[in-house]
């Protein structure tokens, strides 16, 4: 395991991988061959899922760009055709903060009769005001974590039979943050979800990047406990100036400017996402969080393995009285 300092981060060099900092998606892919998988990206219709869609398909993967934005994501669509003519490219309407939403893309998606072989979790929103999303969730929570956590169970057993049926390994790819450091109190308050007054904007995006990280290792042990042919990482891909910033204005820019050097442009933000996703030296690696494309520890909240089963409890009471 590697060991990501500043140094590492200024200078780019590379960590066992053989990748670092300033890899970028390309970079890390090059000579991959993806043609016989389907890939399903959250948030593909920008920034980094953007680039990671685009990436995917360049290594001949089918894309599936599941996007609330549909104008944007049929842009994002052509965009990627017109550089590569011969890219295969769905789009369906996603919007995970809404449950009706998402039962709606699982049975659009199965209506394709198409397998599944990568689910790269990557959509979100970042240090938005306190609201709450259709279903009552506080917004942060709803769409980092709870959506995918319910997008995920909804796919799990296409996932299970495409691995039987091809003997090729299913990834799962959570997107999460060293924003998860910042949290409140124990990690996640499950007693205080949707409490206004106790609400913290950059806290709030701390647990639901918390949430990520102990869903993927939750799901990575039972997946194990099962013997399924599924493996499921997380990922920090970095500081990068995105559309998920809308919402911390002059704040986010004047940090840019004091750790300029620190930023990430977008194809090197994609970059860890496509390693964990597609390259061979992950077979088999489950449970574990990448940052520049190496394996690093997480807080010691996101090992905690009996506040992932609560984590998962509580979700799934979430979901289920929704």
């Excluded at 495409?162 to 109190?185: C, D, F, K, M, Q």
């Excluded at 004047?254 to 990430?264: I, M, N, R, S």
Aim: hydrophobic share 45%; glycine share 8%.
């Amino acid at each position: 395991m590697v060991k990501v300092g500043i140094f590492t981060l200024l200078t780019g060099i590379a960590g066992p991988s053989g990748f670092g900092s300033a890899s970028t998606a390309e970079q890390v892919t090059d000579g991959i061959d993806a043609s016989d998988l389907t890939a399903i990206v959250t948030g593909g219709a920008s920034g980094i899922g953007l680039e990671t869609a685009r990436v995917l398909a360049l290594r001949n993967a089918h894309v599936i760009i599941a996007a609330r934005n549909m104008e944007a994501a049929n842009e994002a669509k052509q965009l990627i055709l017109k550089d590569n003519q011969a890219a295969r490219v769905d789009v369906i309407k996603l919007d995970l903060s809404s449950m009706k939403s998402i039962r709606a893309f699982v049975d659009n998606f199965n209506a394709l009769n198409l397998p599944l072989n990568l689910l790269i979790n990557n959509a979100g929103v970042m240090f938005c005001p306190y609201q709450l999303s259709e279903d009552g969730i506080e917004m942060q929570f709803a769409t980092n974590h709870l959506g995918h956590f319910l997008l995920t169970n909804f796919l799990l057993d296409k996932m299970k039979e495409t691995a039987r049926a091809t003997g090729i390994e299913g990834r799962i790819v959570n997107l999460s943050s060293v924003a998860h450091l910042h949290t409140y109190e124990g990690g996640v308050k499950f007693d205080k979800i949707n409490d206004k007054d106790y609400y913290s904007d950059k806290k709030a995006y701390g647990q639901s990047k918390l949430a990520n990280l102990l869903h993927a290792n939750e799901l990575a042990r039972r997946l194990q406990e099962e013997g399924a042919n599924i493996s499921v990482n997380s990922v920090h891909p970095g500081l990068i100036m995105t559309n998920l910033f809308r919402y911390s204005g002059i704040l986010m820019r004047v940090l840019k400017a004091f750790t300029c050097l620190l930023w990430k442009n977008v194809p090197q933000g994609a970059a860890t996402t496509c390693y964990v996703a597609l390259h061979p030296n992950l077979k088999g690696v489950t449970g574990k969080y990448f940052m520049d494309c190496n394996e690093i520890p997480p807080s010691k909240l996101a090992t905690d393995k009996v506040l992932a089963k609560q984590l998962w409890d509580f979700s799934n009471k979430l979901v289920n009285s929704a």
